[in-house]
């Protein structure tokens, strides 16, 4: 029997030991008994990090959607499987059951089949929160199509630069979205970004908002008509553990964001037991996590693990703070919600309204509280204990990344103690390391260190879609047979780990993974702009916001420097989208630099976040006088 649900801390360590002793005898088990194989494996494991490569369950079949719809069908085909929660209030929720799922998706998937999907095609998704996003994501598994779900809060730019990318031939939006008191043109954004994507042969649209759109001639389709037509059966791809299941972009050290691709197999045992575990499913309990399908959370968290376990998943269109900032907590009561999921950053923004709003709500349901995106601070995670737990839920701080495809550093809920800011031990099945600036493990607790990974575990993202060798340089150069992951944290005496934050040129806004690089490379778009360089500085509700650091051409063509900064930040919203807006810019006559021509971000970050008394050995700059000009006309 696989120890597939934790009970007790002896238990955990009783399990994480032998996870680590025998992790391929382990995942096995956990394989075996918990999911529906057409074929089994030959091998469970094998890895190199040096070249660098990792397969699970090789020349394993399996569709991932008969795990998450199909054998629920005997014992659950009433059971909610998603509930859908409108962004307006008055607007009724949607109750959708695994019958009438599985019945969408297959004739999703049969549309999709239609137009001309085959298995390894690449299905671009730009869909607000709607129940037709996970339909969509599941139709695209079920016929072997690999999805590339784009968040749709990103530009025209930045979604033309991803479908192209992975050569998506297929784009499923809709009409517009609604945003809180917003509506949003999301097929005109479309529409602009395939001015430059040729690759894309048709577009499927949603109706959504009702707005009226344009219709390209060939291209554009409306979905509704097709589905009514749709057959409601359709026979599951048969897929390799090994196929890729779907491509997640998240942006990294360049320009270029980084798709990176998950497994069908590996990511599938991983998703679904990492779920089962740290939010400590029951059968008839109502999971709700807010985060958004866009990002990695949404897809393990809201689509793939919760539906993998039978679990009834939430799925909210809107914002935390529409029509008032008690939306989350009326959401909440309504739907007796027993699991809640959500970022800090969102927990610091209600936090800062009236405690009223919560307490109007009665919030008895709730079991288990978690929060991801980025380390929680102290007042915060006593808010969120004390105002939604009412001190009886356990909070899991739940550490991971896209490329971990899910949670790797958490505590169980009833199992392990917590303490808050402390995302505490390793899951089942991780074996995490802290290394030195000279590349050696540093051993012990009490100590503090880069955060890498030195096992593979089944959810890694195989590769960076068409660059395995950035996949390699980004995760596997810095440190022999290990993987970086780009973040620092300490080690308690006890052996729980602390996130303190990253290491190098991503910033996390509002828990959002930001690379300075392409906000840099917007700026530079401004005709008057010669360089600029952006900082995270510390902010109250988003954790980290923007500070630019922004050297203007000698003959500018704006004089006004408030409209300057106004243009920046439209140049920004163009090209990646609001989330990326500058909170602070600084016009500067120069930035402060190493002999090899890179920017000291060390010294721009310590300016920003008004912390400039010690800013260590600047005499190796190459311009070291620029650094108390900077000072000088700090904001
Ligand atoms: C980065 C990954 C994983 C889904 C959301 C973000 C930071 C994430 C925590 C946490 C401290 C955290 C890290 C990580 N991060 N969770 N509980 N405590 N930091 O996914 O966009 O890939 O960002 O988010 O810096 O490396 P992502």
Sequence with gaps: MSNYHIKNLEEYFQVYNKSVREPETFWEEIAEEHFLWRKKWDKVLSWDFKKPEVKWFENAKLNITENCLDRHLATRKDKTAIIFEPNDPNEKSEHITYGQLHERVCKMANVLAENGIKKGDRVCIYLPMIPELAISVLACA?????????????????????????????????????????????????????????????????????????????????????????????????????????????????????????????????????????FQYQEDDIYWCTADIGWITGHSYIVYGPLLNGATTLMFEGVPTYPDAGRFWQVVEEHKVNQFYTAPTAIRALAKASVDFVNKYDLSSLKVLGTVGEPINEDAWDWYNINVGDGKCPIADTWWQTETGGIMISPIPFVTPTIPTFATLPFIGIQPALMDAEGNEIKGNGVQGRLCIKFPWPGIARTIWGDHARYRDTYFAAYQDKYFTGDGAKRDPVGYYRITGRVDDVIIVSGHNLGTAPIEDAINEHNDVAESAIVGFPHDIKGNALYGFVILNEERETEDNDQLRKEINQEITAQIGPIAKLDKIQFVPGLPKTRSGKIMRRILRKIAADDAKDLGDISTLLNPEVVQEIMDDAL
């Excluded at 008191?181 to 970004?193: E, S, W």
């Excluded at 430059?196 to 009702?210: D, F, N, S």
């Excluded at 001639?217 to 097709?226: C, E, I, N, T």
């Design 142 to 278: 079920r016929i072997g199509a690999i999805h590339s779900v784009v968040f749709a809060g990103f530009s025209s730019t930045a979604l033309a630069t991803r479908v192209n990318d992975s050569d998506c031939k297929m784009v499923i939006t809709s009409d517009g979205s609604y945003r809180g008191k917003k509506q949003i043109d999301l097929k005109g954004i479309v529409d602009t970004a395939l001015e430059e994507c040729p690759g894309v042969e048709t577009v499927l649209t949603v109706k959504r908002t009702g707005a009226e759109i344009n219709m390209k001639d060939g291209r554009d389709k409306w979905l509704a008509p097709l589905l009514e037509q749709a057959s409601a059966t359709n026979i599951a791809q048969e897929m390799d553990a090994e196929d890729p299941l779907f491509i997640l972009y998240t942006s990294g050290s360049t320009g270029k964001p980084k798709g990176m691709v998950h497994s069908s197999g590996g990511y599938m045992v991983f998703a679904a037991y990492t779920f089962k575990n740290i």
